[in-house]
T-cell receptor, first 113, second 117 residues
């Protein structure tokens, strides 16, 4: 069964600290993995998208990694800011005749001063 | 300029009514989507259209009917609204598939908050 599991479910960190969010998936055949940031009351915004051959991709202070062998991905946030407080959603796409997108339930990050 | 826009932003209605949500994208994208986000913030894809043709139709009640008059618009019509339809509905678009590999970033609209009383 295609699934995407994210951990932790929620996380509270102090401003300026780093943090890492995890995403494990059992999606086959794998096409790509995306990380989205969703601010409260807004639509998700894409942070990174990685295919099978990519191990790491950065977008400013956000760095995503992908290990296609262990089917794990992480999103590392460096020097967190208050504006990083949001939900972070991992989405895995599977090759199919139609587009199959499997969503994780997200990690809610709260950055406090 | 708003890339993906939805109207209305808020929709409060009675059970049993029929309502529509409109979505427009000005990005020149070929593929558009409708998602439902429930109270637990879990996003689920409902429909996907590519060049006005349906390519995904997840298990949603047939009370939900998407309509794409052109590739810049994907509207969602809901018949006989039920309490469980209360959620936030997001429209999104992407460039679409190329060379058989979908590596496309999706751009989401601001969402329509539907409350069924």
């Amino acid at each position: 069964k295609n699934q995407v599991e994210q951990s932790p479910q929620s996380l509270i960190i102090l401003e300026g600290k780093n943090c890492t969010l995890q995403c494990n998936y059992t999606v086959s055949p794998f096409s790509n993995l995306r990380w989205y940031k969703q601010d409260t009351g807004r639509g998700p915004v894409s942070l990174t998208i990685m295919t099978f051959s990519e191990n790491t991709k950065s977008n400013g202070r956000y760095t995503a990694t992908l290990d296609a062998d262990t089917k794990q991905s992480s999103l590392h946030i460096t020097a967190s800011q208050l504006s990083d407080s949001a939900s972070y959603i991992c989405v895995v796409s599977a090759y199919q005749a139609g587009t199959a997108l499997i969503f994780g339930k997200g990690t809610t990050l709260s950055v406090s001063s | 300029d708003t890339a993906v826009s939805q109207t209305p932003k808020y929709l409060v209605t009675q059970m049993g009514n029929d309502k529509s949500i409109k979505c427009e994208q000005n990005l020149g994208h070929d593929t558009m989507y409708w998602y439902k986000q429930d109270s637990k913030k879990f996003l689920k894809i409902m429909f996907s259209y590519n060049n006005k043709e349906l390519i995904i139709n997840e298990t949603v009640p047939n009370r939900f009917s998407p309509k794409s008059p052109d590739k810049a618009h994907l509207n969602l019509h809901i018949n006989s609204l039920e309490l469980g339809d209360s959620a936030v509905y997001f429209c999104a678009s992407s460039r679409g598939r190329s060379a058989g590999v979908e590596e496309e970033t999706q751009y989401f609209g601001p969402g329509t908050r539907l409350l069924v009383l």
